[in-house]
């Protein structure tokens, strides 16, 4: 079990990120959540199998073809116990 948090800036707010990224936690069987910031970065939250997670950060440095990903920070933390993914509005 592997527990990362992943900050994503670019053009990365207003275009369905959010939503792109919980469809493709939701495929690979990841736990967590994802929200916007008000730096206009996205925060993501995932906890799931390393395979997985691995998986979920290369989508994150991609995204959805209308976003413009310029940079991710990449922190590991400790395992939370989500039962689900979501996504976390202000």
Known sequence: M???????????????FRDFIREQAENLG?????RNLDDNRVEVVVEGD???VNKMIELCKKGPKESKVRDIEIEK????????FKILRF
Do not use: P
């Open 2 to 16: 592997k527990t990362l948090r992943i900050f994503i800036s670019g053009l990365v707010q207003g275009i369905f």
């Open 30 to 34: 990841l736990k967590g959540y994802v």
């Open 50 to 52: 390393n395979n997985e």
């Open 77 to 84: 933390i400790e395992n939370k116990g989500f039962e689900d």
